[in-house]
């Protein structure tokens, strides 16, 4: 009872469950959403438990905690990630493998849950010359010699990587990816 219906001393009126919001992951999220001010929906949490996304938004939002239930589901997900930094708060390692698939996630992981380097993931983050590039800036705070090769493959982002590290321009120019009049 929220303090609207205190103060005019009615009971908010929740409408039972479809058929559909008991069994579908996301039409239960949504009802237990809308009827967030009664608590849990303990009868559609089956059905939300078993997708990753709606059961990382079902812990994040509506129970606001560890939902163990449905954690084994969660874990074969990149939405392992973001579980681990807004509702754990800290590292998962039930989820690492599955997170370290992915270069998006695992360089989010490795900055916002890690906090450092994640060297079983490098390899992965390494395949994306975007996340390379953060990772060498946020993560790492300087060069990645072992990942510039994805790099050089993007004109672009390979002029804003030697922007940021300067002194790998001549050893860039010796393996061929960068012209020495471009130096």
């Known amino acids: 009872m929220n303090a609207t219906d205190r103060i005019l001393g009615e009971a908010r009126k929740v409408r039972p469950p479809t058929k559909r919001e008991l069994t ?6 949504f009802y237990a959403e809308e009827k967030l001010r009664m608590g849990r ?3 559609g949490e089956s059905a939300i438990a078993t997708d990753p996304y709606w059961a990382y938004m079902y812990a994040r939002h509506i129970i606001k905690g560890r939902w ?3 954690e084994a589901t969660i874990a074969t997900s990149p939405w392992g990630f973001p579980y681990a ?10 989820a690492e493998a599955t997170i370290a ?3 998006g996630w695992a360089y989010g992981y490795a ?13 992965v983050i390494a395949t994306d010359p975007l996340y390379v590039i953060n990772y060498a800036k946020y993560v790492i705070k300087g060069r990645w010699p072992e990942a510039e090769a994805a790099i050089a493959t ?6 804003s990587y030697l922007e940021l590290f300067p002194d790998a321009k001549l050893e860039w120019v010796m393996k061929g990816w960068l012209d020495w009049l471009d130096l």
Do not use: C, Q
């Not at 579908?24 to 999220?29: R, T």
């Not at 930094?85 to 039930?94: K, Q, S, T």
């Open 68 to 70: 163990p239930e449905a």
């Open 41 to 43: 929906f303990p009868e």
């Open 85 to 94: 930094w807004h509702v754990i708060g800290g590292r998962w390692p039930e």
């Open 111 to 123: 900055v916002n849950v890690l906090n450092g380097r994640w060297p079983e993931a490098e390899a």
């Open 154 to 159: 993007n004109p672009h982002l390979a002029k």
């Open 24 to 29: 579908d992951p996301h039409d239960a999220y």
């Open 101 to 103: 698939t992915d270069p």
